[in-house]
């Protein structure tokens, strides 16, 4: 069969817009051009241009024992797939669209960190990896960017909703979609590869979430390592060429869809992405909601961190992988506590309902230690101020996150049924603030109990969480994780400010008593005890059967959702696949998932260490509820 391109290439020029191309030619009724052509974006037409880039496509080719004509076809499709323009009336299109996709909350960024980056946008190309919490951050932090005077970026996004005649309106807005899965698929790993270098050649800055998906627990998910792995070939083939990381950090006072992501955070399925699904969820959004805070974090100049790590260990194969963490744990720094996780914090940690009073006397604290520690505050707000507390109570309760009553002598609030996951995932973030807290606490617990040498005991219990949750947050190198510590224990006691001193448990146990803040119970007992569930049912694994991972995850699901009615957990909140599977990764990074006898011993270890790891939180909370 004579492909019709050949015949009627105009046909499939007027097709085209539809998307008909890429329909036809997967099913062998055209051909890719593999020539550029006048409509291609200007990085598909430069690299179908270039004679170095047809070099590389037939070494691909020859090395996947294929006909280079056949590969370059199939790139060339590839590259005009991810190929995204700016034309005048389809980014005015677009950003009328925007305004009314994103009209329930109002954008709030600092000017200053708009300026410097301003300044920096002469210089090089930036990128900027943002938090994902929401549907509208692919939409509000391009927005953030561009209308401060800075160049738009691109946006590389998923192909989920590459849907036409939405898809055309995007692409020339700037926005690339890139597939999901591509594994199996060598040839469009390379055209992506390709086209990436291409941009930041050209200078181009991007913008994409660097946990690939939303989060489903309120706190930043692990990363990616795909586009940055990309990014950081493209610097190391051209010497010349220069990248600045600039992480974001968008947080909302309140979405809309977050009851929605907890469902989804309990197993239950996702719903498709489509014209439809965009349509309803932009009507979801006529309700005003509060603020949008965009945060630019501090810069990482990509080539000179690359370098440094190369020289501190040049047979290191983990640089991507510690850009991204160093990145992501940048973002948590940038991202500051709205007045909503604060509120949502106080209501969770009483469990019951609360007055205004209560409540500013449950966050008075919290309050004092987040200026203390000089961690960032959404808008600058008062976390004490009564005013601002009492809108925030009133605007969950609007919203259902809480129920108040006012039917007695004074307003009480408490977590609506039904909504403790929700009101978690606003609490969670601003969980990364208090994560250093909440290890401190159980490093003193451990000292607290065993021997003399307090200090020693809580060096030793606070290395062993942090290497126990490193798949779930995001520390410091183990010297400025230390120094974390160091400055935890001064605000306990500050007569350790000037240097560390040996303690006893009695001191350990005083301080504890003594604190007016105590957080394990409320910042890591969900992951603790989702630890434990996974912990309890990989020692019940057969040691010698293979493991299969949705079949554990499930029975995780049940017998969590098990402990949580017999109260063997504390709430719901820690039965969540997105709580199991770091989880999981620990167990295997541990080595815990293997067949074989010898295996076996290891896991029930792992159990014993979560059910003493958990019976000290136990132990905070106690403290915590037995206060005056």
Not at 185 to 213: D, H, T
Request: aromatic share 8%; net charge neutral; proline share 6%.
């Amino acid at each position: 069969m004579i492909p019709i391109v050949s015949e009627h290439p105009s046909i499939l020029t007027a097709l085209d817009p539809a998307g008909a191309r890429r329909v036809m030619r997967r099913v062998g009724l055209a051909d890719e051009p593999a020539d550029p052509r006048p409509a291609d974006a200007p990085e598909v037409a430069a690299l179908l241009s270039d004679t170095g880039f047809a070099a590389q496509v037939a070494d691909l080719a020859g090395s996947l024992g294929r006909a280079v004509p056949e590969v370059r076809a199939e790139v060339a499709g590839y590259l005009r797939e991810m190929g995204a323009t700016r034309t005048r009336r389809a980014t005015s299109d677009w950003a009328r669209f925007s305004r009314w996709l994103t009209r329930a909350h109002e954008l709030i960024i600092d000017p200053e960190q708009a300026r410097r980056l301003r300044a920096l946008d002469r210089r090089q190309s930036l990128l900027f990896p943002f938090s994902h919490r929401s549907y509208l951050d692919g939409v509000t932090v391009p927005a953030a960017i561009s209308q401060n005077g800075i160049a738009p970026p691109f946006v590389l996004a998923g192909a989920n909703l590459d849907v036409f005649p939405f898809n055309r309106l995007l692409r020339r807005s700037g926005y690339v979609y890139i597939r999901r899965s591509t594994a199996d698929n060598p040839v469009y790993r390379f055209a992506l590869r390709s086209y990436v270098a291409q941009m930041i050649k050209n200078r181009r800055n991007l913008c994409w979430s660097i946990e690939g998906g939303r989060t489903r627990t309120g706190k930043l998910r692990p990363p990616t390592y795909g586009l940055l792995h990309y990014v950081i070939d493209a610097l190391d083939a051209e010497a010349g060429m220069q990248a600045l990381i600039v992480p974001v950090s968008i947080v909302y006072e309140q979405l809309h869809e977050v009851p929605l992501v907890t469902t989804e955070a309990r197993g239950i399925g996702k719903r498709p992405e489509n014209l439809r699904w965009l349509w309803t969820f932009g009507r979801s959004q006529r309700e005003r909601f509060g603020r949008a805070y965009v945060e630019f974090g501090e810069p990482l100049p990509l080539r000179d961190r690359v370098a440094e790590l190369r020289g501190d260990d040049p047979g290191s194969t983990r640089v991507v992988e510690r850009i991204a963490v160093e990145t992501s744990h940048r973002i948590n720094q940038a991202t500051p506590v709205t007045t909503t996780a604060v509120v949502c914090l106080a209501l969770l940690a009483a469990d019951r309902a609360l007055t205004l009073d209560e409540v500013l006397a449950t966050v008075a604290p919290l309050a004092r230690y987040i200026a203390q520690r000089g961690r960032p505050v959404a808008g600058a707000a008062n976390l004490t101020d009564r005013a601002t507390i009492h809108r925030a109570l009133d605007d969950l309760a609007r919203s259902g996150v809480l129920a108040g009553f006012d039917g007695g002598t004074e307003t009480i609030w408490a977590i609506a049924p039904g909504q403790h996951l929700v009101a978690a995932f606003y609490r969670n973030t601003a969980v990364h603030m208090l994560v250093d807290r909440a290890i401190g606490e159980l490093g003193l617990a451990a000292a607290m109990e065993n021997g003399e040498d307090g200090l020693a005991t809580a060096n030793r219990e606070t290395l062993r969480l942090r290497d126990l949750l490193k798949f779930d947050f995001f520390f410091p190198s183990r010297r400025e994780f230390a120094r974390e510590m160091a400055a935890e224990l001064a605000i306990v006691d500050p007569r350790q400010a000037d240097r560390l001193h040996e303690f006893g448990p009695a001191e350990a146990r005083r301080w504890l008593t003594d604190s007016e803040l105590l957080v394990a119970h409320l910042v890591l007992r969900p992951f603790l005890e989702a630890y434990l569930v996974v912990a309890d049912r990989l020692a019940a694994w057969p040691d010698d059967e293979p493991f299969d991972a949705d079949l554990f995850l499930d029975e995780c699901l049940r017998l969590g959702r098990q402990w949580a009615l017999q109260k063997r957990v504390a709430s719901e909140e820690s039965v969540s696949l997105e709580l199991f599977k770091p989880a999981l990764r620990l167990a295997e990074h541990r080595g815990l998932l293997a067949a074989g006898p010898e295996v076996a011993k290891r896991r029930e270890d792992f159990r014993e260490e979560m059910h003493e790891i958990v019976r000290r939180v136990h132990v905070i909370a106690d403290l915590h509820r037995d206060r005056p």
